[in-house]
């Protein structure tokens, strides 16, 4: 027989987005239940990199590019509070990242950016030559120039997800994994729950953050949200003492871990739910590594895995509330998801509690699918 619970708010998706938001409603004081269809950070936020370097790749001011912004300025304190309540520290690094490039047009490019960003108040150094073979001696000599991004950092993004977790918990927000939403329970136009398999969960607010699965989630009268997976594979090198620095370029890049580990990713293939690593995923990705720093070619293989990030159609998170009373969304993420979080838990928690989130959120407005 089903069981029926009344709880503030229910959050479907149990990743680093979901997690988030489940610890800082809890924080605010709501009743908070956090669903997960399987184990919690096993997806899409597992099998990140952990960059949070939202300057990387910016040449322009859009909507995305503030809100990465305001999320990392957030990440700091976020993460301090998050490793004094869960007793685990994610491992946040604070020796910035390179973004490196060659001589030429790809060097001209980089000059762009670098005085975009300057323009807009942040902190970018042009480097070259020896200086930058000082900070990152392994470097390959072809990838002469550089761009030191002091607050561009990086964070063991298993480690957060599991921290996120145990503090949500001990805030008084109740996890149930294994547990798969199978549809929105609406009365009278207003979503008022959540069923799974098990049990219908009733509450005053739904919030879908079921990454590339949102889509899957509908009730009678609401439109699922459009998303689709992308797939990025990983390969892991280690232990091994290089490179000192995340390093970025072309949509490649190479990420330290605290014990010697190195992630070089990431793939983006549109392949369905399929997380396969491949043969031409290992090789390409191996041999962008070695192209950046020759070194690794003598460290280890240590493993190599597959994650699927959420993706929307016009590749913009949706964050807001839904046309439905009582449904919110925090999903499509895409590349971000590991950046946005403490922003993302931040907004969505302000609009549960129905207090100003701070920001114009109508880039993201989740309802510009059903125009």
């Known amino acids: 027989m089903r069981q029926e619970r009344i709880d503030d708010v229910v959050v479907v998706g149990g ?3 979901g997690c988030a938001i489940a610890r800082e409603a809890a924080r605010g004081g709501l009743r908070v239940r956090l669903l997960e269809k399987g184990a919690f950070g096993r997806e899409a936020s597992g099998a990140a990199a952990g960059l949070l370097s ?21 990440f700091p304190e976020f993460a301090r509070q998050v490793a004094e309540e869960s007793g685990l520290d994610p491992a946040v690094s604070e020796r910035g990242t390179l973004v490196v490039a060659r001589r030429g047009t790809e060097a001209e490019t980089l000059d762009q950016r670098a005085a975009f960003q300057r323009s807009f108040g942040l902190v970018a150094e042009r480097l070259g030559g020896e200086a ?10 072809d990838w002469s120039e550089g761009l030191y991004l002091p607050r561009d950092r990086s964070v063991d993004n298993t480690l957060l997800v599991r921290g996120l977790e145990l503090s949500a918990g001990r805030l008084g927000a109740r996890l149930q994994g294994g547990a798969r939403v199978l549809r929105l329970m609406v009365t009278n136009g207003r979503v008022v729950g959540v069923e799974t398999a098990e049990e219908r969960v009733r509450a005053g607010a739904v919030v879908i953050a079921a990454g590339a699965w949102s889509e899957e989630i509908a009730g009678p009268g609401v439109t699922p949200l459009p998303s689709h997976p992308v797939r990025g594979q990983i390969v892991c090198f280690g232990p091994t003492s290089v490179p000192v620095h995340p390093i970025f370029t072309h949509g490649f890049y190479l990420v330290p871990r605290r014990d010697g580990r190195v992630l070089a990713g990431s793939t983006m293939e549109r392949s369905g739910f399929d997380k396969s690593v491949t043969g031409s995923g290992l090789a390409g990705l191996s041999t962008s590594a070695l192209a950046l720093v020759p070194a690794l070619g003598r460290a280890p293989f240590h493993s190599a895995w597959a994650g699927l990030r959420p993706a929307t159609p016009d590749e913009l998170p949706a964050i807001g509330r839904a046309r439905a009373p009582g ?3 925090a999903c499509g993420h895409l590349r971000n998801g590991i950046l946005l ?7 969505v928690t302000s609009l549960l509690r129905d207090e100003d989130p701070g920001m114009d959120l109508s880039p993201f407005d989740p309802c510009r699918f059903l125009r």
């Open 341 to 347: 979080a403490p922003v993302t838990a931040r907004v």
């Open 15 to 17: 990743g680093i987005i």
């Open 327 to 329: 449904l919110l969304y």
């Open 54 to 74: 939202p300057q990387a790749e910016a040449d322009r001011p859009d909507p995305l590019f503030r809100l990465c912004l305001a999320s990392r300025d957030l």
């Open 132 to 141: 930058l073979r000082l900070m990152e001696p392994a470097l390959h000599p």
